[in-house]
């Protein structure tokens, strides 16, 4: 499912670079290439609503697999596009099956797995945005958009027919009065599991947090523990997106030929690059259980904002006249620390998604989860052309610089460590690290005003 939507982003580098050149099937505008690129976060914000009511009724796996019907019209409608509105139509469908996914995924992988690799599964799951814009990067110079499309399709109809086969999570049978099928989902899921224990624990936990109906819901995520994970997940998720994540996705063919890249063709630097990003984020799977959350963001963070300032100077000593042949390492250099989000920006906070909330609010973090996602993709993907028009490349990316940089001491000071550790201690643990900082933090401010 992930590496069919990693496919759809990673359509618009290529295909956009295609259709605004002047030989295209039919010709794009820059205006319309735009809205192309930014349409795709604008439908993640219908799959934030309907995600989280979706996964409310029917639970977190078949809300999965619904996911798959706006994917397939999608595809349709780039097979038989002849115009741009057939592909504003399928980005819009790409993007609502996008939010779907990140508001229903990392809550089921929260509740089928064990604490000791839940983040690592996340980053497993993760990890197939990056391979399928990898294979649209390979694809995308050597073949029609109809034919992509049709390969991409094959792939959804094969994820619609295989994934009904997995069982629903524990906690969804528990949360449904079904023992018994929890009692299987667990023996199918765990490995050598203490039955008796796990599902006396996923019972407690369930009906430890179980409330009534949506007011009560709105309420308890006031709470100041709910609401301090909330903003914190938040933060997190515009971080993700005000990176530059969508813009160098979506526009990096594009980059490469205004950067002047001639010594390597700018597709061959694009497959190259979404090569590296594959290997970051397998890096990233094997480190986030091992390291932990937080100084994973950090050394993201710490990566792509040097890309950005590295690519923010190659523009920079453009403008002022230097010979483009002796810049095309620093491009390159900078594209691939850029890739660093696939490391820490990206699964940390998915995995905050899956383990920071009780399981009754689970569907309404997801829905704020995937709504701020989306929304800041969507500002992040739409202003950077009217931003370049504005102040040119290098600052562009320099302002995201600046941004990852809030997101680095944000990582260092505030975000807390969860790994290891089962969703039931990481309730009592939020509570616990959020007193304990806020109070600290309170005292110290006390200490200086009063010295």
């Not at 813009?247 to 979404?274: A, Q, R």
Request: with cysteine; aromatic share 14%.
């Amino acid at each position: 499912m992930t590496i069919n939507i990693g496919l759809a982003n990673g359509w618009t580098s290529p295909y956009l670079a295609q259709l605004t050149d002047e030989n295209a099937l039919f010709r794009l505008t820059d205006e319309e290439a735009s809205w192309i690129a930014s349409l795709l976060p604008l439908g993640r914000l219908l799959g934030a609503v309907f995600g989280p009511l979706i996964l409310e009724y029917i639970g977190s796996k078949m809300s999965i697999l619904s996911t798959g019907l706006p994917m397939i019209v999608s595809w349709i409608c780039i097979i038989f596009a002849t115009s741009p509105t057939w592909l504003y139509v399928s980005r819009i469908l790409s993007g609502t099956a996008m939010g779907m996914i990140v508001s229903s995924y990392p809550l089921y992988i929260g509740e089928i797995s064990a604490p000791s690799i839940r983040g690592a599964l996340v980053c497993v799951i993760m990890n197939g945005f990056p391979v399928g814009i990898f294979f649209a990067y390979i694809m995308g110079p050597n073949m029609s958009m109809i034919n992509f499309s049709i390969i991409s399709l094959v792939m959804m109809l094969c994820h619609m027919i295989i994934f009904p086969f997995l069982p629903q999570s524990p906690y969804y049978y528990v949360r449904n009065n079904d023992t018994k099928r929890a009692e299987q989902a667990i023996r199918w899921y765990y490995r050598k599991p203490d039955i008796r224990n796990e599902i006396e624990a996923v019972e407690l936990f369930v009906k430890s947090t179980r409330t009534m109906n949506i007011r009560e819901r709105l309420h308890q995520i006031k709470e100041p523990k709910n609401r301090r994970s909330l903003i914190m997940m938040i933060i997190l998720f515009m971080f993700m997106q005000m990176s530059g994540l969508n813009t160098i996705v979506f526009y990096m063919e594009i980059i490469l030929k205004k950067g002047k890249m001639t010594s390597i063709m700018p597709s061959t630097v694009v497959i190259i690059v979404g090569a590296v990003s594959i290997i970051i984020g397998w890096m990233g799977i094997f480190a986030i259980d091992r390291y932990g959350r937080r100084i994973l963001l950090a050394i993201s963070s710490l990566g792509v904002m040097i890309g950005a300032v590295l690519l923010g100077l190659h523009f920079f000593l453009l403008d002022y006249g230097y010979d483009p042949g002796n810049l095309e390492w620093l491009i390159i250099l900078s594209l691939v620390l850029f890739m660093m989000m696939y490391f820490g920006l990206i699964p940390v906070p998915m995995t905050t998604l899956s383990e920071m909330f009780p399981s009754d609010l689970k569907s309404l973090a997801g829905f704020f989860g995937s709504i701020t996602s989306a929304a800041f993709a969507f500002v992040s993907s739409r202003t950077y052309q009217p931003l370049v028009d504005l102040i040119s490349e290098k600052y562009v990316f320099w302002l995201y610089a600046v941004i990852i940089m809030m997101s680095l001491i944000y990582a260092l000071t505030m975000l807390p460590e969860t790994k290891g550790k089962t969703l039931q201690v990481i309730q009592s643990y939020i509570t616990y690290y959020f007193v304990t900082r806020y109070r600290k933090l309170y005292f110290e401010f006390s200490e200086n005003v009063a010295c």
